[in-house]
């Protein structure tokens, strides 16, 4: 038995502790007996073995095993097939092995040989747990346990334990994994094996620390690392300390963290092998991330995948792509923060690792939610947590209804975001996790905050703020100090609202947090608006706006420019506040020109880069900020020959009924007028009369306006209404109000000649005013004072193609060659995005009068009915200089890309959903050139759309992006009957007339002399060039 033991040969790693059966040690002579043949081929077989030449070792084993007879004893046969058993093992073909130790086990147990039966149950066990059938490996294991406990040799008693502790712990059942290590460990210490002892205090730790007995867990890997120092284990010894750096981590302790992966890295230079040092590497990557130091965690987990990387190990490489995905996430940097996260979750499928899968598709919804684009996001929480539930994994569930909380409450859906918060704060409670609970009650004081609770988010962030400073967390402390200034200026305490924020702008800034600057930056500057510190408030103010143009700089690495461009309109509309902030605190130096570039600068950014990649033959990669200075804004101005008129709005974040008493300025309208001679003046208005005087808000009184003109379906007949002299009070009241807000003040400074253009560049709700309908005192429209163009921007002005003084007579009626002209198409079936059942738009008869008269006049064959495809629609593009548009135009979302808008043309057939559907999206396919000078979508509501900070989100601007530089929209279901009328004259006029604006103009007076009703003549606009 001593003899046996000595010659078994025990490999202990920081891994499991492992044997298997040696040879019994007999000197090289020449056998005479059959035994002694067969002893010396074990032999010869354990040497080659050792050598690694498993094949010719297992070619010795055969042979012994074909002399065996039954004349020998079974003992030796056995001892034949394990060999050949650990052969297979050390080649890692388990699958071979087991039979043979299967077979030596019957021979064992038969002769009740009970350490070998014992020893050769646990190389099963081993064998099936390499093989990850675990069901199988607990059966071998606890079979081997009592044969084992029949023999008296305690080490493998002790082992067997150890064996059992490891594959619970693999089965993540740790309860019992520690139970095991409990049992091992005294009967190792009995035996006075202090490498062995190390060992399992190790394993112990481990499991502990899995269960977050952080204090027993830290107590036995201490104790476990001077018995692996003392037996030599570098590789071991580094891998405690490793764990101990962790352990520090995982309580939200970094500074303690650091040293110990500091020492692992001194570890990593001693021992040839890169798995230390990229460990070293992560985990201080994560560190740094958590003190908020986000360039040295760069550092360190580029690193990291730069030696994941040298050894194409992939699931390391997923790990820290996803950290540099989340400290990227963490700087602001979105952009590359969605790169690599998509990146990981990628190799995560790959790898078959569906729980980083699902922890990378979590991280994405993070990176969605900071873009703003709040639908992706909320999909992949949804997901995660499916299948969060599904692992029974609470503090994954905690996590992601956390997010799911902020997600509501951005989207102001608060009885959601109260019930997911709440339960993401209980769960923390219950994990007695303390950084999930500081970042549940924080965001509980936001929830309370945004619901007009102040004591309640108060009390939320002092508790928060306390968890934060427990934990040595500088960045969550800053995000709470920035939220407690956000608090007392709600309260209208501005002093207390200054010196808070400006706490949390140190500690953004002390870690490299982009965002969380930028926030901070925005809101201090507010408040200083407030207490009157107008010169300190542009400063920080426009730090701030740097901060998000680089922000959206970096969207420019996505090569996928569609992607790049939804994204772009996310974020700024995250962002828009701050332009509004700045405005103020530069009209109230007296800085109006300065103040109408940042009115410039916050609109249309998205679409102005998509413009000029159009023009300069670009795809991808352009630079963010274009050229925004007064001077570049009077040049277009003074280029088109017109008077420009650019409204902003500029609004508090308070209810109607504070604004009437708000401190915040009196302007809550700005008006800059710039003439054609390039001069620049601005007007202020006051809305506070109105909100004080009706309780309304101009958003309302423009849906009034609408209401009262009538928003009808295109294709309902609506009876011609008789010319009256007497127009209804219901109708002008709303109607004469907006141009008492929005023309009057800047009426001595419109041009008196009717045909001088004037360009509208609204904003906001803005965009769906009907200015040719707004009247004066006497009753007067506009229609009768102005030529009206409207523009998303000045910027967006300028990017159209360069207006021609005196086109050619030939250029013009060049315009009508190839012309395309589209009415009333087999209409297609819509399918919407949420799966409701499919139904066909209803067909529009007047279109296809308007059509065939529209080409009459162009000279050309319109495309009526089933003639009209999408494919032909889009072939015939390639061509047209002239593409009018008689159909319907939709307003959702097809694709789910965040880019409402479609035309209804006849489907193609393809048995497609949507089949007939000409969206945004592939209007601005960078693969798709449109040539056309003119669009007229003569269509319903074909003006209207997503309005965001980048002007109406639909389809003028797909085709303004497309380059096309005057299009024709409805900002209203128009009704087809006068439509048709108008559209006829429209073209007539254009026909002689190259100035469009002058011809649609002409149309409209026409077309009210037989509908005398706004509703019929007012819908359409000219977008863009004259």
Sequence with gaps: MAQLQRVLSIALGIGIITSSLAPMATPWVVAQTTSDRIQGLLDRGAELASQKQYERALQQYQQALKQFSQNQPAKLKGQILSR????????????????????????????????????????IGLSYRNLRQYDQALASLQAAKPVLFKQPDRYWQ??????????????????????AFQTALPLARALKRGSSTGQTLYKLAQAQHQLKQFTAAETNYKASLPLLRAANYRRSEANVQLQLGRLANDQRQPRRAIPYFQTVLRFARKIPTTDLEYAARLNLGRSEQQLGNLRQATTHLTTALKLAQQGDHQSQIWIVLEALGNVALQRGDYARAITQLSQARKIAIAIQNPQGEHSTTLNLGNA????????????????????????KDLAAVGQIVGSLGILYRQTRDYPQALEFTQLSLEIAEKLNDVAEKQVSLMDLGLLYSATQKPKLALNAYQKALALAKRTDNPRAIGKIYGNIGALYTQQQDYTQGAKFMRLSVA???QSQDLREQGVGLSNLGAILNQLGQYAEAETHLRQSIAIWDKQRQGLNRNLEYKTADRQKIALFERQTYTYSHLQRSLVAQAKAEA??????????????????????????????????NIDRLKQIAQAQKATIVEYALLRDNVKPEQ????????????????????????????????VKAQNIELDNLIRMSRNTIGVRSRGITIAAAQPSTDALPTIDQPLRQLHQFLIEPIQDLLPSDPTQHVVFIPQKQLFTVPFYALQDAQGRYLLEQHTIRTAPSIQALGQTQPPLTNPSPQRHQALFQNALIVGNPTMPSITLRNGAASEQLLPLPNATTEAQAIARIAQTKALIGPQATKSLVLERMQQAKLVHLATHGLLDDFQDLGIPGAIALAPDGTGQPNDGILTTDELTDPQRQLPAELVVLSACNTGRGTITGDGVIGLS???LGAGVPSVVVSLWAVDDRSTSVLMTEFYRNLKTNPDRAAALRQAMLKTRQQYPDPFHWAAFTLVGQK
Excluded at 160 to 179: E, M
Excluded at 373 to 385: F, H
């Design 84 to 123: 050949i058993g650990n052969i297979y093992r050390d080649r890692r073909q388990y699958d071979q092995a087991i039979p043979y130790f299967k077979q030596a086990r019957v021979i064992y147990q038969a002769g009740q040989h009970h350490l070998l039966e014992g020893i050769t149950l646990r190389a």
């Design 158 to 179: 002790m082992l067997i334990w150890y064996d059992l502790g490891n594959l619970y712990a693999r089965r993540r059942d740790y309860p019992k994994a520690i139970q």
């Design 368 to 391: 969605y939610y900071a873009v703003g684009d709040y639908n992706r996001a909320g999909k992949t929480y949804q997901q995660a947590l499916t299948f969060a539930q599904q692992r």
């Design 507 to 509: 500690l953004a800034q």
């Design 595 to 628: 103040a109408l570039e940042i009115s410039e600068q916050s609109r249309t950014r998205a679409l102005v880069e998509l413009m000029a990649r159009k023009r300069q033959g670009q795809t991808v990669r352009l630079k963010e900020q274009l050229d925004i």
């Design 659 to 690: 604004r009437a008493q708000s401190k915040y300025g009196q302007a809550d309208l700005l008006i800059w007028v710039i003439q054609p001679s390039g001069q620049v003046t601005l007007r202020q208005v006051d809305l506070r009369p109105l």
């Design 957 to 959: 601007r797909a085709f």
